[in-house]
């Protein structure tokens, strides 16, 4: 790895790795855990809901089914947590492994996001600890700002966990989709003094760079440790509070529905 890509070859691989690989021509990419023995456990959007809620292995369309491994495709109901084999996640696209421990200076240079962080990874046992676990617990509902592949990715790897809910995830991809237009705007009154298109740019560049930074776990004040049975416990409460208040809404709906009758 470095500071152009990260992109590994297989046999560079060790359980724990936090990989990803591109998807739609580079458009975004997808992360997951390395966990050994060619699989990998990831966190995508549910999909399908038709699938039977009886069957662990449920599979959203033909070619999820992989004819090598078994139980590639295994998940709960109702999970987006997902246990594949390596070529499934990968889908042909190359394999890039996400650094961790690195310097700001490293950081900066890093013009795309969700490539590295400035956060320490913990063991490897602890890594693939919460992976497993998020496996057969959930990691709740998919959110592309503020809970996707990333965020999983990244809590397997640190245990962190932002408490401000209402900001943008732990994800560098989100923090680079709101850095950009944002580094725009911020940058546009530099129009009237920088007189040079090359001069505007730069500025623009650098406050996009500096708005990922801000948004990194490394930095932020607002992360905290929790263990992953904790997290799940919290991700069942909410769960539970969730059902009963659509329960509240339909009998409220069923309610009106016959006064008005």
């Known amino acids: 790895m470095g500071l152009l890509t990260n992109k590994i070859e297989r046999e560079e ?23 050994g023995g060619s699989k990998v456990v990831h966190f995508r959007p549910e999909h399908n809901p038709m699938d039977s809620s009886t069957s662990s292995i449920s599979s959203s369309s ?11 495709g ?6 987006g947590v997902v246990l594949s084999c390596l070529d499934c996640f990968l889908k042909n696209g190359s394999l890039y492994c996400f650094e961790y421990g690195v310097s700001q200076s490293v950081f900066l240079t890093k013009v795309r996001g969700g490539t590295c962080t400035t956060a ?11 992976a497993m676990y998020l496996l057969q617990n959930g990691f709740g509902n998919y959110d592309i700002f503020k809970n996707n592949c990333e965020d999983f990715a990244l809590y397997c790897k640190t245990g962190l966990l932002i408490m ?21 705007l911020l940058s546009s009154p530099f129009k009237l003094l920088i007189p040079s298109p090359i001069g505007v740019a730069t ?14 776990i490394g930095v932020r004040s607002d992360v905290i440790k929790v263990s992953v ?16 208040e659509e329960e509240e809404e339909d009998e409220e709906e069923d309610s009106d529905t016959d006064y008005v009758r």
Do not use: W
């Not at 295994?74 to 999970?79: A, E, K, L, W």
């Not at 401000?164 to 725009?184: C, E, F, M, T, Y």
């Open 229 to 244: 049975e904790d997290l799940a416990l919290n991700l069942d409460v909410k769960t539970i509070e969730q059902g009963e």
């Open 203 to 216: 500025v623009t560049a650098g406050m996009y760079c500096m708005s990922r930074y801000a948004t990194d």
């Open 120 to 130: 320490q990874s913990d063991t490897t046992d602890s890594v693939i600890h919460r």
């Open 164 to 184: 401000d809910k209402l900001g943008v995830g732990r994800s560098g991809q989100a923090s680079s989709i709101v850095g950009a237009p944002l580094a725009a």
């Open 13 to 35: 691989l060790k359980p724990g790795d936090h990989i990803y690989t591109y998807r739609a021509i580079f458009a975004y990419s997808h992360h997951g855990i390395f966990v």
């Open 62 to 72: 033909s070619e999820d089914i992989c004819s090598i491994f078994p139980d590639c």
């Open 74 to 79: 295994f998940r709960q109901p109702d999970s």
